[in-house]
């Protein structure tokens, strides 16, 4: 091999068609001997040469293939997940160091699942189910774990939260999680059961745009008319009003406001009933 000849003599194609013809090409494309990726790598590092970025991508695109099986059972496409874990080894083949002295499919193992891993917990569920790195390895551990359909009993529960390092109470929410269904909000054509789809009791009566644009109008026509009937008071009316109605919490007792003002409680309340039934005229 010479130092600028590519290593392979397969072309990539423009289109592939089916998701096995994309299969059947990628089998195809030699695997690297250790000289020609170090090689490879070397010049990707030193010259950033681009030929061999490529090469070192397609001589790996069966590894993508082979660790997006280990992941059909979730329900995802193949194909997407296949997308999703070639971006991974893109990104492992820039950050690729030869010089290590580690095979490129071990370094790009991580960044592949990692890859499928952000895909499968974006898309699996519209509601996240895993979020922590300690919920992402219950996620993509509890099955394979799980040594019989159904429940797992309390047992069973205990020695795979011992195995994972989390608690029994989170093994068994992602159990939950993970038994649980997406829901469409629109019933299907013909169901029987479609009056009682989540569109129908998810829907906020409430949301219609006009009926919101008229709960605004009267919310700004009343905190007009409040600014309005608090400045036409004297102030210590408007301040004994605002103690006693206007605050978000705790609000001034008549025997607070009898003591800040030298009064009596019982004058305190005389003027904030007068005060009130001043302010009232103008909301009418």
Not at 29 to 49: F, H, M, V, W, Y
Not at 118 to 145: E, G, H, M, P
Not at 249 to 258: F, G, N, S, V
Request: proline share 5%.
């Amino acid at each position: 091999m010479s130092a600028t000849s590519p290593v392979f003599s397969l072309p990539v194609p423009s289109s592939l068609g089916t998701l096995d013809h994309y299969i059947s090409y990628v089998n195809r494309i030699p695997l690297l001997t250790a000289e020609q990726e170090l090689s490879l790598g070397r010049r990707l590092k030193e010259s950033n040469d681009l030929d061999s970025a490529r090469d070192l991508v397609l001589s790996h695109l069966r590894l993508v293939v082979a660790v997006s099986r280990n992941y059909l059972g979730y329900g995802l496409p193949q194909a997407d997940l296949i997308q999703e874990g070639n971006i991974g080894l893109m990104k492992a083949v820039r950050r690729f160091d030869p010089e290590r002295g580690v095979r490129l499919v071990s370094f790009a193992l991580h960044w592949i699942k990692a890859e499928m891993h952000d895909y499968i917990l974006r898309n699996w569920r519209l509601v996240k189910i895993a979020t922590t790195k300690a919920q992402r390895k219950l996620f993509f551990n509890l099955r394979s774990l799980k040594t019989r359909s159904g429940r797992l009993n309390p047992s069973e529960t205990q020695a795979i939260a011992e195995h994972l390092g989390v608690k029994p109470e989170e093994v068994c929410e992602m159990e939950t999680r993970l038994g649980g269904q997406d829901l469409a909000l629109d019933p299907t054509p013909g169901d029987e059961d479609e009056g009682v789809a989540p569109i129908h009791y998810l829907t906020d009566p409430n949301a219609e745009p006009a009926l919101l644009l008229e709960i605004r109008q009267t919310e700004t026509a009343r905190a007009s008319g409040l600014k309005q009937a608090l400045a036409a008071l004297d102030p210590r009316s408007r301040q004994i009003i605002e103690a006693r109605w206007l605050r978000e919490d705790d609000p001034a007792t008549l025997q607070e406001l009898a003591d800040r003002h030298g009064v009596s409680a019982e004058r305190i309340r005389q003027i904030e009933q007068k005060a009130l039934k001043s302010m009232r005229g103008h909301f009418n």
